[in-house]
């Protein structure tokens, strides 16, 4: 026999507002440390996050979104800057330990129980090995919701300071928000891609309206990263107006106070 658990249908996105959004992130978050820690199986290990998968997925901003969407024509100039960029996120993700994955672990993937503080986690098809801090980048800045950075520094590091306690990295402060950061990045280059993509070939248009907020973003990350000068310039200059005349205004993380 199978049994089930009915989990509800109340997404964690649907119950976030200024009042809850400390209670609910530190639940996700000491449920993702659980998962950060599930073995695994010997007979069916998970697939690892490696470099092809990274590039293949940033690869999805360039394909579906500059040159796709927006109908940029690219130079070998812009073209060799974006390789560099993605070369840079790749490496930053494949430098960080290794734990389990879910790989889509936000509002949208998380259900608020009735009677248990443990949120529900639905979609982990896709789970696999990599980088711990992107499960957590993933979560704090969602592509759905936009939270102040001085609240995504303190969940932050919370959750740096649990997965040190349990033995998942050895990391300090400023070695961790870097991880994040760049990790941040390379979630957020393949999610404005496939947003994207479920406009243009799905039909899926609602998704466009999520785009700005990831690019922001993208942004915001890449101008604390001064080696990635060259890729925030362009995007300032170049994507982010075209984003801007094809779908409404590129937010910016430093504007957001509450």
């Given at each position: 026999?199978?049994?089930?658990?009915?989990?509800?249908?109340?997404?964690?996105l649907?119950?976030l507002?200024?009042?809850?959004?400390?209670?609910l992130?530190?639940?996700?978050?000491?449920?993702?440390?659980?998962i950060?820690?599930?073995?695994?199986?010997?007979?069916r290990?998970?697939?690892?996050?490696?470099a092809?998968?990274?590039?293949?997925?940033?690869?999805?901003?360039?394909?579906?979104?500059?040159?796709g969407?927006?109908?940029?024509?690219?130079?070998?100039?812009?073209?060799?800057?974006?390789?560099?960029?993605?070369?840079?996120?790749r490496k930053?993700?494949?430098a960080?330990?290794?734990?389990?994955v879910?790989?889509?672990?936000?509002?949208?993937?998380?259900?608020?129980?009735?009677?248990?503080?443990?949120?529900?986690?639905?979609?982990?098809?896709?789970?696999v090995?990599?980088?711990?801090t992107?499960?957590?980048?993933?979560?704090?800045?969602?592509?759905?919701?936009?939270?102040?950075?001085?609240?995504?520094?303190?969940?932050?590091?919370?959750?740096?300071?649990?997965?040190?306690?349990?033995?998942?990295?050895?990391?300090?402060?400023?070695?961790f928000?870097?991880?994040?950061e760049?990790?941040?990045?390379?979630?957020?280059?393949?999610?404005?891609?496939i947003?994207?993509?479920?406009?243009?070939?799905?039909?899926?248009?609602?998704?466009l309206e999520?785009?700005?907020r990831?690019?922001?973003?993208?942004?915001?990350?890449?101008?604390?990263?001064?080696?990635?000068r060259?890729?925030?310039?362009?995007?300032?200059?170049?994507?982010?107006?075209?984003?801007?005349?094809?779908?409404?205004?590129?937010?910016?993380?430093?504007?957001?106070?509450?």
């Amino acid at each position: 026999f199978l049994l089930l658990e009915d989990i509800g249908d109340q997404l964690m996105l649907s119950q976030l507002n200024a009042d809850t959004a400390d209670t609910l992130y530190q639940s996700a978050l000491a449920e993702l440390l659980h998962i950060q820690q599930l073995p695994a199986a010997s007979d069916r290990p998970l697939p690892a996050y490696d470099a092809a998968l990274l590039d293949r997925e940033m690869a999805l901003f360039r394909d579906w979104l500059l040159e796709g969407y927006l109908g940029l024509t690219l130079d070998n100039v812009e073209k060799s800057m974006l390789d560099a960029t993605f070369t840079r996120l790749r490496k930053g993700a494949l430098a960080q330990p290794q734990v389990t994955v879910h790989r889509d672990y936000h509002s949208r993937n998380l259900l608020v129980r009735e009677h248990s503080n443990r949120p529900g986690v639905i979609d982990f098809q896709d789970a696999v090995v990599g980088p711990v801090t992107y499960d957590a980048v993933s979560l704090l800045k969602d592509c759905y919701i936009q939270w102040p950075d001085k609240k995504i520094d303190h969940w932050l590091e919370t959750f740096r300071k649990q997965t040190l306690a349990a033995g998942l990295h050895r990391a300090q402060s400023d070695t961790f928000v870097q991880w994040f950061e760049l990790m941040g990045m390379q979630r957020h280059l393949k999610a404005a891609g496939i947003f994207a993509r479920l406009a243009m070939r799905d039909g899926k248009t609602r998704y466009l309206e999520d785009i700005p907020r990831t690019v922001g973003y993208l942004l915001s990350a890449s101008k604390r990263q001064p080696a990635l000068r060259h890729f925030h310039e362009w995007l300032a200059a170049v994507a982010a107006p075209r984003i801007e005349e094809r779908i409404g205004p590129v937010p910016s993380q430093e504007y957001l106070t509450q």
